[in-house]
């Protein structure tokens, strides 16, 4: 019982920095294109990300 509440709480934890991992990767690779793009895609994982969050606290996952 206690390793699988162990291996829950680990596994969030995986899941939110692979998240971050590969938005970065993408808005990383999207600067070598240039400013612009680089902005661009910033704006867009931002806005992802905050719309993400608003949709997991508005279903009670928030704790």
Known sequence: MLF???????????????????????????FYFGLKWGILALGLALFFTGFLSELVASKGGGN
Do not use: N, P, R
């Open 4 to 30: 699988t509440k162990l291996f829950k709480l680990m596994w969030a934890y995986f899941d939110v920095l692979c998240f971050v991992l590969g938005t970065t990767c993408v808005v990383g690779f999207a």
